[in-house]
């Protein structure tokens, strides 16, 4: 089949720009000698993640523990959830998946860690854990390095649960002296940091300048967007997904709409001008959006579209567009080569 | 089950409200002697439809033919989808689907025009068609009375088509006097407008001061949100969709971090400050998000919670959130009455 006899909206996945994607990225950490771990929130495709694993990674990290049963259901052996996991029914499910996969996890206080220290105990499991910290994302993670070694020392006291080291989400200039502090605060315990875990596309080709880091987790870095575009991490050209969409109404002489809005493209600005890049009509702004409507503004282009032309978006944030479809399409020059289903999109938490 | 044993974060549709956000709309449209054509973008879910359709409504309204296509398997027998459906395999896939219910349609150009009425006439079918105008949404919708009455003029005279009627979104001020002049434009050509279709939940209570109208589309009176108590539309009483988070993270004294993100809530601010209301905590602002994660500052709340405690999130706009769930679980007081698939999430275009 080809590309242009599917109906749009549709997201379609260019194989060889994400096969190129994989390589470009195990190849760059391979060379500084740091691990792999790729994100798979981002495509939530089991056989992506596999490709990745094949290529060198040396395990992936998911963002929610449906996610992970997903991927460890689809063969996948070495998972990081890098979530504070935190309720019964969520925690029985947490060691289920343990006795299955080697699994690590993140914690940033006592009560996470109390809580998975009694479902590994009772269930005569060891769970690897890894201390969140917090250096500007101002998310979850611990503030200081006193803190993280509190809890480093809270593990090891804890039954059911091993330290194994520190994460952090995004990588930047406080990352590796809070990782020197904490370490130096751990020496004295005779307390070894194996794992440095830190992630985001948008700063991985400065990973090597960190000499701390000891794997990386990139998500977005698989598909690209306007988003990683503009950060300098990836090129327009590297871009895997796209959204193909029709103009479905000309209503002025500026005006276009496309079928595809805000359940389609998700509204993720991210900083950013309208609300994707229209391929054919880089000039075009798609500045407002309806659910099923992207609304187009073609005044600065010299030739505009007719009506039932079909476009390429390359949309703000790949992640949540991803999350919007119940399946991609693999492409390759501009034949369908597989339809993939994004089989941990929707799952539990 | 109890709420309370659900693993958050999950999406709650309240029974109670639910059914009385059903009554109070279809009992002031039925006063007014409105037709109700509710919009299921909102909730996706055939049961839903079937209890909308049983309360009095005439038929659903749907946006995308895949919705459509779910809501007919349903047996739901009357749909109208407000879109212009344009392309080969669409075609065949509407008139297939016109066998079956009572379809009607909208287009604003004649080649949306062309291509419905070839694809009816090849199957010996008549579509009944709304042209759709704008006076104001910058959306969809021719721009003039004239081009209205131009379009309802070609209908006639296409084979395979009927011209049924107007229909525009949202209400506003302009919408009487475009009907009034298309009407007389019509006059001379003996050309009835027996359906005039307006949407909107914001200002469906203002219905009846435009006699113009002849059915009325709204879609987010089912559930409420943030923006639907803001506009005065519902009041937070009568938001039937909550959704469910616990704090899984206190990384600062001010700072608490729920497990719901832009994956859960989307990122549709729609004017509104923060994403979404904690009924808990009202002076708490969730000011940003990740995917999975929901950044909330809660300083200027005098009691703060703790990590494991649950708050209930209304959202600021529920369309996009039963568009990221799988399943919304119906309750009524503190039990689970019954789980929905969002049958119709996902579907095609």
């Not at 004295?188 to 830190?198: I, K, N, P, T, W």
């Given at each position: 089949m080809e590309i242009s006899q599917l109906e749009t909206p549709v997201a379609i996945v260019d194989l060889d720009r994400l096969e190129a994607n994989i390589t470009r990225l195990q190849n760059y950490l391979d060379e500084h000698g740091i691990a792999n771990r790729?994100?798979?929130?981002?495509?939530?495709?089991?056989e992506i993640a596999h490709l990745q694993l094949r290529a060198g990674a040396i395990g992936i990290t998911c963002q929610k523990l449906g996610e992970?049963?997903?991927?460890?259901?689809a063969g996948i052996e070495d998972i990081f959830l890098p979530y504070n996991i935190i309720g019964q029914s969520k925690l029985a499910h947490l060691v289920r998946l343990a006795r299955r996969v080697r699994l690590s996890l993140t914690a940033d206080s006592e009560f996470t860690l109390r809580g998975l220290s009694a479902a590994a105990y009772r269930e005569r499991l060891e769970l690897e854990l890894l201390v969140e910290f917090d250096t500007g994302g101002q998310r979850c993670g611990?503030?200081?390095?006193?803190?993280?070694?509190?809890?480093a020392r809270l593990i090891t006291r804890l039954p059911g649960l091993r330290f194994a080291g520190l994460m952090t989400y995004p990588l930047n200039d406080r990352t590796g002296l809070f990782v020197r502090e904490t370490k130096a605060l751990?020496?004295?315990?005779?307390?070894?940091?194996?794992?440095?875990?830190?992630g985001g596309t948008p700063c991985m080709w400065e990973a090597h300048h960190h000499p701390e880091i000891s794997e990386y987790r990139a998500g977005m870095y698989i598909y690209g967007d306007r988003y990683t575009v503009q950060s300098g991490a990836v090129t327009l050209e590297d871009c895997a997904l796209q959204v193909i969409c029709t103009v479905v109404s000309r209503p002025t002489a500026d005006r276009g709409i496309l079928d595809g809005?805000?359940?389609?493209?998700?509204?993720?600005?991210?900083?950013?001008?309208?609300?994707?890049?229209?391929?054919?009509?880089?000039?075009?702004?798609?500045?407002?959006?309806?659910?099923?409507?992207?609304?187009?503004?073609?005044?600065?282009?010299e030739r505009r579209p007719e009506i039932g032309e079909r476009v390429t978006v390359i949309p703000n944030h790949c992640c949540v567009v991803s999350n919007l479809f119940n399946q991609m399409v693999g492409v390759r020059g501009d034949q369908v080569e597989v339809i993939w289903p994004v089989a941990a999109r929707g799952a539990l938490q």
């Open positions: 790729p994100h798979i929130k981002t495509h939530k495709i089991p992970a049963e997903v991927m460890a259901q611990v503030q200081s390095p006193q803190e993280a070694a509190g809890l751990l020496q004295g315990d005779g307390l070894a940091v194996e794992r440095v875990s830190v809005g805000s359940k389609t493209f998700s509204s993720d600005l991210l900083g950013l001008d309208g609300h994707g890049l229209i391929l054919e009509y880089p000039e075009a702004r798609i500045y407002s959006q309806s659910e099923e409507h992207g609304h187009v503004d073609f005044s600065r282009c």
